[in-house]
């Protein structure tokens, strides 16, 4: 191994920036493309950083468009599935890992299951029954819809690191005189903490990506969240290059930040279960 | 305190309300409506037995779409093992900024399918896109491809796919990696074996379990994607040449509002991937015994 150390290198750092290449090149041409000047944005040969560099299609985007309610509407969506989501999916962990009853492992298995189906292959029954409830064209519609595809994959990841938090330290906590929800506030969530933040990345990115139930659910352009309302922008009229990959730069921020903050969570979480998408 | 049955399924009835009522209650209402002839939204309904899967047996747009649906399926999940596992691999050797690439290579799984769509189509525009601008100069094409157009539709949405979802890939593959003890690979050196044979009697053996997650789930969530496919080309012109079955499903469903045959679709595609499923596994388990 010591005698092609530098063959070694030199195919280390070759794959490195090929790799650097396919994962960070088309982001920073989208970045690049949004600061550009419609001149520039159609110059032959292509400027890979914008000579005069403005935030005129930001302006546009903000001014000219209702992307400020998109992105308000994607905002109060997905924040609400994630508080729903932990809430359900942390009280339904607690009850399979700390009570026993007959057919908790069915019940478990069968949970599993329901993350087998892909959202297409229930949306028109889905859809008919929103009618029905009379929630069609709600955003509480698309928050029951996410926090319902989300729920068995927090489930089990919740009840993985539920189960590895041992029983005595809870019982310790009542021996010492705290009642059950204080034993649970202050003992085993915050050792499930790394859990609970994996889910809620999960959910996040889930509730924020989605396509699917946004445009089949929603009708109104006042409730429509950001992945369905910038593609009608796309569809409008002649596509304004600039203000699109404006759009994506101010799409792609909020989940990257919430991402590169918690990512060594959200390895965790994949150890313990995959990422669905 | 650990034998009240009572309070654990107290604690569960949110989850398993949502799930029956959201999940496994439209199931079995998609089969029963698979069987009528309904308008997407007006309550009139007829039944029609069997009629609908009868239909989609000589429909040539059936056909069709489920042929673009294992091209499509098959194509990205193999370039995604290509494209993965080697990163995967790369990603687990030990070199100055490792980590920082570990968190780049990520990036296109967690950016939001409308921006990597609408990205690429920025790429592959067919007289400003950057890589129409680098085939000509580089003199690989003399000129420049209508990558949106009917003929190159399905690559590009190949490539779009490809791109967004490999990531997945080198994270669950890298974290098997990460847990082959190093003696084997030590063992293996002492005896002299090249980096080659490391992989194919070291590294290949210990994740064979893992690689059969992979390929299973990565196909089965490529056969039911909707998002990229349908917003690669919407619904007029060259949406067709990628109209895959759960594009399909859709347009039966929500633009010609036959609900009744949308959910049939959806049956058949629910069939299709179990029956998928169930042979891969024997096929799999197979090989394990011949092994």
């Known amino acids: 191994m010591r005698r092609t150390g530098a063959a070694r290198a030199a195919a280390l750092y070759g794959g490195g920036l090929a790799l650097l290449l396919v994962g960070a090149f088309p982001l920073f041409w989208m970045v690049s493309t949004s600061l550009k000047p419609s001149g520039e944005i159609f110059a032959t040969p292509p400027r890979l950083i914008p000579a005069h560099p403005t935030l005129e299609n930001f302006r546009r985007l903000l001014t000219d468009t209702s ?23 942390a009280l339904g962990a607690y009850g ?139 569809n409008a009229t002649i596509v304004d290059w600039g203000m699109i990959m404006a759009a994506g730069v101010m799409i792609t921020a909020p989940a990257v930040a919430f991402f590169v903050a918690v990512q060594r969570y959200l390895i965790q979480g994949w150890g313990a279960g995959g990422v669905k998408g | 305190m650990r034998k009240n049955a009572l309070a654990g399924w107290l604690l569960l009835a949110p989850a398993l309300a949502l799930l029956g009522g959201l999940v496994l209650f439209p199931i079995i209402y998609n089969a029963w409506l698979s069987l009528h002839d309904k308008h997407a939204f007006l309550t009139v309904q007829t039944f029609v037995g069997l009629r609908h899967y009868v239909y989609f047996a000589h429909d040539e747009e059936f056909w069709n779409s489920f042929y673009y649906g294992v091209v499509y399926a098959g194509s990205t999940m193999a370039l995604q093992l290509v494209l993965g596992i080697p990163a995967a691999l790369l990603l687990n050797e030990a070199f100055r900024g490792r980590n920082l690439l570990r968190g780049v290579v990520l990036f296109p799984y967690v950016i939001p399918t409308i921006v990597a769509v609408m990205l690429w189509k920025w790429l592959l525009n067919d007289s400003y896109g950057l890589v129409n601008h680098l085939l000509v100069t580089t ?100 949406s067709r040449y990628i109209r895959t079955l759960p594009v399909y499903a859709y347009a039966r469903s929500f633009t010609y509002l036959q609900a009744g045959m949308g959910a049939a679709l959806a049956v058949i595609m629910f069939v299709l991937l179990l029956v998928a499923t169930a042979v891969y596994f024997r096929v799999f388990r197979q090989e394990e015994a011949l092994a």
């Open chain 2, 139 to 238: 003199g690989v094409v003399r000129v420049p491809l209508a990558w949106l157009g009917k003929d190159y539709i399905m690559w590009s949405l190949v490539l779009t796919s490809v791109w967004q979802f490999f990531p997945f890939v080198v994270v669950t593959y890298l974290a098997r990696l990460q847990t082959i003890p190093p003696e084997l690979y030590e063992a293996a050196t002492v005896d002299g074996a090249t980096a080659w044979r490391r992989f194919m009697h070291v590294t290949l053996p210990q994740t064979r379990n893992v690689l059969f997650v992979i390929v299973l789930l990565r196909s089965i969530w490529m056969f039911t994607k909707f998002d990229t496919v349908w917003l690669m080309a919407g619904e007029g012109g060259v």
């Open chain 1, 67 to 89: 992307f400020l309610t998109f992105f308000k509407n994607s905002a109060i969506v997905s924040l609400t599935t994630v508080a729903l989501t932990l809430v359900v999916s």
């Open chain 1, 96 to 234: 399979l890992t700390r009570f026993s009853f007959a057919g908790r492992d069915k019940v478990a298995g069968l949970i599993l299951l329901t993350y087998m189906f892909a959202p297409i292959m229930i949306i028109i029954p889905f859809y008919i029954l929103v009618r029905l409830l009379g929630i069609a064209n709600t955003r509480l519609a698309l928050v029951l819809s996410y926090t319902t595809f989300c729920l068995p994959f927090c489930l089990w990841l919740l009840r993985a690191f539920f189960q590895s938090i041992p029983l005595e330290l809870e019982e310790a906590a009542l021996v010492d005189g705290a009642d059950r929800g204080r034993a649970v506030w202050y003992v085993v969530l915050p050792l499930a903490l790394p859990g609970l933040i994996a889910a809620a990345i999960f959910t996040f990115i889930l509730a924020y990506n989605d396509f699917l139930f946004a445009l089949v659910l929603i009708s109104s352009d006042e409730l429509k969240t950001l992945p369905v309302g910038v593609n009608d922008l796309f």
